[in-house]
């Protein structure tokens, strides 16, 4: 289930993703260090006089909490492109659905004042 805040309008959703991809911008650099690391890691591994399996151990939790971090950052994203694709159609929907209401309150205002002028010009029988 998707939880948190992908805006109320699609402008609103548009200004979110702007800043969410310099997010993603700052992210894959983040991304570089971590692998960098990584390298860094497998060079000390090599080194028989440091303890292999404590560098191991570290490097793959590393992995493991950047995958899982990451992950949630492209859920995200997937999310928030949903949503703008919800305001999208919701924008299309409403135009589409106002043009015959405003076409159809034009019609009952010019009926009503047909009305209006007919009323005046028909005497009233009791």
């Keep these: 289930m998707r939880q948190g805040n992908y805006g ?37 591994m090599k080194d028989p006089q440091l303890d292999s399996r404590r560098i191991r151990h570290e490097v793959d939790e590393t992995e493991r909490r950047w995958k899982t971090f990451y992950n949630s950052i492209k859920n995200y994203g997937a999310a928030l492109a949903d949503s703008a694709k919800f305001f999208e159609n919701w924008q299309a929907v409403s ?7 405003i076409m159809s309150s034009k019609a009952v205002v010019t009926t009503i004042i047909r009305l209006r002028f007919h009323c005046r010009s028909t005497p009233i029988r009791l």
């Design 8 to 44: 109320n309008s699609l402008s609103s959703v548009q200004m979110i993703a702007e800043a969410f991809n310099a997010f993603v911008k700052a992210a894959d650099s983040v991304e570089g260090r971590v692998k960098e690391f990584m390298t860094t890691a497998d060079r000390l």
């Design 95 to 101: 135009v589409t659905i106002r043009r015959p209401l």
